[in-house]
C-alpha cells in the first residue's frame, strides 16, 4: 500500500467511525474561543461525552467567523498538495455532516477570472498545478458564452478562460455556529460566552484549571482554537499580521445569481434567502488599515464605510450591473489569521502535550474535519497521519 492510499485510509477511519460514548471519564477540557473551529471541535468532544467547556470573550461566531466569505473549497490557493488533498476531505465532511445537523450546504460551484492578461496566465498555471495533483476538485475551463449559460447577469468579457470550479459550496457560519451550540449542550458540554481567557494554572507540570474573567474552570486539556489571537495568548508567532477584509450583506434581492462570482476585485455570492455576499480582495488602505489596529469589526465612520462601499460597487459594476441597486443590510471588517506558512496549525505543543493547539485560514472549509480529528487526537490519545505536516513543532 503506497503513502497517499494509506493515508486515506486512515482519514476515513477517522472520519466514519460511528458514534461513541467515551470510557474516559476523567478527561476535563476547555476550548478557548467559539469560532468555527473552536465550537466543531468542542460539538466533537461533547459527542464522546468528554466533559467539554467552550468559552469565547464576546459570543459565539463574534470574530472571523462571524465576518467571513463562507466560501467551502479545495481550490489552487492551498497548496502543497498535503493542504490541497486536506480541503478536499473537508468537503467530504460537510456532506456527512449533513447527515447530524439539519443545515443548507448551497453546492454551486464558482467562476473565477482575471481582467489583466499576467493575472488570467498565473490563473490558468495555477490551475494546471492543481489539476496534475494526484487528487483534486472537479476544475474546467470554459468560455464566457459556456458562463453566461451559467450566469446570464455576468458581464465576463468575451473571456475564453474563465475557471468552473464544480464543487465549491457556501454555508451560513452563524446559523451552523447556532446549531452546534446547541448540540453540544444537549450533549452535556457547557459553553460560557463573554469569558475571557486569562491563563493556565498547573499542578506541578499538570494542567489544573483554566483562569478566566469569570473565575477558573477546572481543566487537564486545554485546546487554543483562537484565531486572532493566538499568537499573544501563547505568546509566540504562529500567525502573520492579520489582514483585514470587507465583507458586505445586501438586503434580500431578486434572485439573480447561482454561483460564486470570483471577479476581478470582488467576490460575491447569493444565499436562499435572497441576500447578495460580497467579498474584496485587498482594497483597505494602508493608512485605514491602521486605523483599524484594535480590529475593529465596523468602520469608525460612515465617510469611511461610504468610501469602500463605492469602491466595490464600482469595481463590481464593471461585470455585475445589478450591484448599484443592491440596498446595504450589513458591512463588517472581518481579520484573517493566517499562519506564517500559510498552512493549518493542529496539534499538541512539544512542552506540553496537554495544551492543544487549532489555527488556520481556512477554518470555513475545514472546519467539520478538524473538529473530528482533533476530538479524535485528544480523547483516545494518538497521532494521526494526515495531520503530521500541520504541527505546531514545524516552527520551533
Known sequence: MNRRHFLKLITAIALYSPFVRSSNKNLKIVVIGAGIIGTF?????????IDVTLIDKNKPGSGTSGSSFNWVNATYPKKPYSYNYFAQLGINSYKNLLKEIDISIEWNGSLEW?????DQLDLLSEISQLMNYPTHTKHEIINSEQANILEPSINFNNNKNIVYSKDD??????ELINLLIKSIKINGGKVITECEYKKL????????????????????????????????????NYLIKPTPGVIIKSKPYKKIINKIIVGPGIHFYQQSNGQIIIGEQGIISITDAKSLKNRLERFSSRSIEMNYLNKIRSMGGEFFEDIFDLEIDEVSIGWRPIPIDGKP?????DHNPN???????????????VGSLVARELVQDIEIPVLENFRPSRFD
Open 41 to 49: 471541535i468542542s460539538y466533537e468532544l461533547s459527542k464522546y461525552g
Open 114 to 118: 482575471f481582467n489583466l492578461r499576467q
Open 169 to 174: 459550496g457556501t454555508i451560513n457560519t452563524r
Open 201 to 236: 494554572n498547573f499542578q506541578k507540570t499538570n494542567i489544573s484549571s483554566v483562569s478566566t474573567s469569570l473565575g477558573n474552570i477546572d481543566a487537564n486539556k486545554v485546546v487554543f482554537a483562537c484565531g486572532i489571537d493566538t499568537n499573544s495568548l501563547l505568546s509566540k
Open 345 to 349: 496549525i493542529i496539534g499538541r505543543l
Open 355 to 369: 495544551i492543544y493547539l487549532a489555527t488556520m485560514h481556512s477554518g470555513i472549509s475545514l472546519g467539520p474535519l
